[in-house]
């Protein structure tokens, strides 16, 4: 089964979780040979369903026993051709052992181990520094396919600044937060842009919002940081030289969209002008487009399922500043 228990934000690894830890580096054994030993790589893959000298008081779902610091994956695979052993362990088939671990989450007394801490393999004599596959399933949650580490490194106008990102990571939120509370429910199959409203009203409220917010913004009196999604936002329009007094103008190349903050798609309301937020207009593009699988993929099984951003974008809070 599945791990539904998270520890710092990982999920922990227990008896009974799926899951396979993976040797990145080649488990180098001793292979008999006519002329004698010789040294060959495998690969070495340990499974979860191993796992030993875990928890004795405090048990996981079903009194499942937890993968605590000194605990081990009993056996591991792959390298068995090379039966005279490891270079440096001289044996093959054995155990992992944990490197990394929570420092701040014990059980027993001892530090948990979560899916993606590293272990060395066959007795110490190879590595994993990827951590296990995640058992969690994908459909267990959307996750936007937008990785901001990426965004960051491009060159140019298409360069995504760390502001970028933590709207980004401040819309997902709101998104998951509609899903919650939606009022509506998209059709299966069917992208959840495509939920029928008023393309008419909604223009309509938007421009009636923008026009507020102009003239907002002409009393420099009058703090504007509420109404973007992130205040981070707020300060890239007050450095703009000139500033635009409405930052929407100018289309698709305006450095801000007004957009809903409770999609109007997962039954947000439109006419409420207190559901509007200024959005950076690539931002906002992006994710629309990567929403656009919210129901197509699985052939809408995506429908209601959490929304989550990458964890590259590093959120909540999402990635600091230069």
């Avoid at 507020?212 to 509420?226: G, P, V, Y």
Wanted: proline share 7%; charged share 25%; with cysteine.
């Amino acid at each position: 089964m599945t791990t539904h228990i998270v520890v710092n934000n990982l999920g922990l690894t227990y008896k009974g979780t799926i899951g396979l830890s993976i040797a990145t580096i080649p488990d180098v054994c001793k292979t008999p040979s006519p002329g004698g030993p010789i040294p060959l790589p495998y690969p070495n893959i340990a499974n979860q369903s191993t796992l030993k000298d875990g928890t004795t008081t405090v048990f996981a779902k079903g009194g499942k026993m937890i993968a605590i610091k000194g605990s081990q994956y009993g056996m591991s695979s792959g390298d068995e051709p090379g039966t005279v052993g490891g270079v440096k362990s001289n044996v093959f088939k054995k155990a992992t052992d944990w490197i990394t671990y929570s420092f701040d989450v014990k059980m027993d007394g001892k530090n948990t181990c979560r899916h993606t801490d590293k272990k060395f393999h066959n007795d110490k004599n190879t590595v994993n520094l990827a951590g296990d596959v995640d058992p969690l399933k994908a459909t267990d949650c959307f996750m936007l396919n937008i990785r901001c580490d990426k965004k960051m490194k491009k060159r140019g106008k298409k360069k995504w600044t760390p502001c970028m990102c933590k709207q980004l990571c401040a819309k997902v939120a709101s998104l998951d937060r509609a899903r919650l509370n939606r009022g509506v429910s998209t059709p299966k199959g069917k992208s959840l842009r495509r939920v029928d409203y008023s393309q008419s009203d909604y223009d309509s409220y938007k421009a009636t919002y923008t026009e507020r917010f102009t003239a907002r913004a002409a009393d420099n009196k009058n703090k504007m940081e509420s109404q973007f999604a992130h205040p981070c936002a707020a300060e890239e329009w007050n450095a703009m030289d000139p500033r635009p007094a409405n930052p929407t103008e100018g289309g698709s190349s305006a450095p801000f969209n007004a957009d809903h903050l409770h999609d109007a798609a997962l039954g947000g309301p439109l006419a409420s002008m207190r559901n509007f937020k200024m959005l950076n207009t690539r931002v906002n593009t992006t994710i629309g487009a990567a929403m656009g699988r919210y129901n197509r993929d699985n052939s809408g099984d995506h429908d209601g399922l959490p929304i989550r951003a990458h964890p590259s974008c590093k959120c909540p809070d999402g990635p600091p500043d230069p």
